[in-house]
């Protein structure tokens, strides 16, 4: 797997702190194509979009299996490193998420602390990190730095007091980094004196999500951004301009 290696290794180099890697969040071979034709390094692959694309729900609507498919259509199509939102896992074990990964031509993942398969309850934070573990010893065991983006949901779900939100989130997300974490995603809409708090007391580049259509990327740069992507947003900005040109033909 040395080429798989070598673009995994290019993917990880792409996330610098104030000079942030801008991934499309795409869903299948023409977005995919759409993205990279427009000149983006890497591609996300979000697990919204796709089971959009696949007439599935989000959440695990779909399975990991009908995943993969859509990545293998996906790294076919495009040359560029891939990273893939995994959504909690799939009731997979970690060890089967890398080797399918893997072998779809994928080079990163998305792993959530909500398990959509156990009613949406949230890992704790040491159960969370042992996932984060597992799935860095797996790739480690198959020779591929898979680049894993550690994603908390606490922003997300407005889980308990909003006072100590952020502190919880910083600790839950030390914890993966401490477990083989190489990107933190904090996800959710944060004001800025939140995101340079973030950016500045976690260790690793601290993903940040975007809405395409109206946010300026140099304020995420400016916050300490590692990686931009824009889970559901591109696809969802694109169906808007859809629905305009068809409301023309009614």
């Given at each position: 797997m040395t080429s798989l290696s070598a673009k995994a290794e290019t993917f990880l180099s792409l996330h610098r702190p104030g000079a942030p890697a801008v991934l499309p969040t795409v869903w299948d071979a023409w977005s995919a194509n759409l993205a990279a034709d427009?000149?983006?390094?890497?591609?996300?692959?979000?697990?919204?979009?796709?089971?959009?694309?696949?007439?599935?729900?989000d959440n695990e609507g779909m399975t990991f299996d009908e995943l993969l498919g859509r990545v293998r259509d996906i790294t076919a199509a495009v040359d560029v490193p891939v990273s893939i939102d995994i959504e909690s896992g799939y009731g997979e074990e970690p060890a089967r998420l890398v080797e399918g990964l893997l072998d779809a031509g994928a080079v990163g993942l998305n792993i959530e602390d909500t398990v959509h398969g156990?009613?949406?309850?949230?890992?704790?934070?040491?159960?969370?990190?042992?996932?984060?573990?597992?799935?860095?010893?797996?790739?480690?065991?198959?020779?591929?730095?898979?680049?894993?983006?550690?994603?908390?949901?606490?922003?997300?779900?407005?889980?308990?007091?909003a006072s100590d939100r952020v502190d919880r989130a910083i600790a839950r997300l030390q914890l993966a980094t401490d477990a083989g974490a190489d990107v933190l995603y904090p996800v959710g809409r944060h004001d800025d004196a939140t995101l340079r708090r973030l950016t500045g007391e976690l260790p690793l580049p601290v993903n940040a999500i975007a809405l395409p259509g109206e946010d300026d990327?140099?304020?995420?740069?400016?916050?300490?951004?590692?990686?931009?992507?824009?889970?559901?947003?591109?696809?969802?900005?694109?169906?808007?301009?859809?629905?305009r040109l068809l409301a023309r033909w009614k």
């Open positions: 427009a000149g983006f390094s890497a591609l996300t692959v979000g697990s919204h979009p796709v089971a959009d694309s696949l007439g599935r729900a156990e009613g949406g309850r949230l890992r704790s934070p040491e159960e969370h990190a042992d996932v984060v573990r597992a799935l860095r010893q797996a790739a480690d065991a198959a020779g591929v730095h898979l680049v894993v983006n550690a994603r908390t949901d606490l922003f997300l779900r407005g889980d308990g007091d990327p140099a304020t995420f740069a400016a916050a300490g951004v590692g990686r931009i992507s824009f889970g559901p947003f591109l696809q969802a900005a694109l169906a808007t301009e859809a629905q």
